[in-house]
């Protein structure tokens, strides 16, 4: 069973994965709001599980054009115990924001990736367009994932 943001495994107990899933729902809120104050126009799809039988992944969050169809996708991550306003507190070199396995399978690629500090206070915004030459892959025990430089993405307060 997948989600839009968590797969669910044969061997991890409901309870586990659906307490992942309702705290994530904070930072989608955060984030949408932020947009939202912005002066943009938004849909908002990372609130709820989609059901298992559909296999695309709408996303997070759509803004939307003037018309009211969909211009670009905005994806949200949130690190549950990083606390950072910027560049200057975060303490890693890189940024984590995307497993590999995952990244190939959206169709369309978000514009931005928004990842939440733990209080849902911060973000910093990554410009998937123009970044993308600038991802680094990092090696984990059980995955790839794509990571950018911490000076990289733009720190917006939500």
Same mark, same amino acid.
């Given at each position: ?19 992942? #899933?309702?705290?994530? !729902?904070?930072?989608?809120?955060? *984030?949408?709001?932020?947009? $939202? ?6 849909? %908002? ?44 507190? #975060?303490?890693?070199? !890189?940024?984590?924001?995307?497993? *590999?396995?995952?990244?190939? $399978? ?6 931005? %990736? ?45």
């Amino acid at each position: 069973m997948i989600n839009n943001r968590f797969i669910v495994s044969k061997s991890e107990p409901w309870e586990a994965f659906s307490s992942r #899933f309702n705290d994530s !729902i904070p930072s989608v809120e955060a *984030v949408a709001n932020h947009l $939202k104050n912005q002066g943009y126009n938004i849909e %908002v799809n990372g609130l709820q599980m989609r059901d298992p039988d559909v296999k695309e992944d709408s996303g997070d969050i759509w803004v939307l054009k003037d018309d009211g169809t969909r211009d670009y996708r905005v994806e949200v991550r949130q690190l549950t115990k990083e606390e950072f306003t910027s560049a200057d507190d #975060f303490k890693y070199p !890189i940024m984590t924001f995307y497993f *590999v396995i995952d990244w190939v $399978k959206l169709r369309p690629k978000p514009k931005f %990736v928004f990842i939440v500090n733990k209080d849902c206070t911060h973000a910093a915004k990554i410009d998937c367009a123009n970044e993308v030459k600038d991802f680094v892959t990092t090696s984990a025990p059980k995955y790839s994932s794509y990571a950018v430089a911490k000076d990289k993405p733009e720190y917006v307060t939500l």
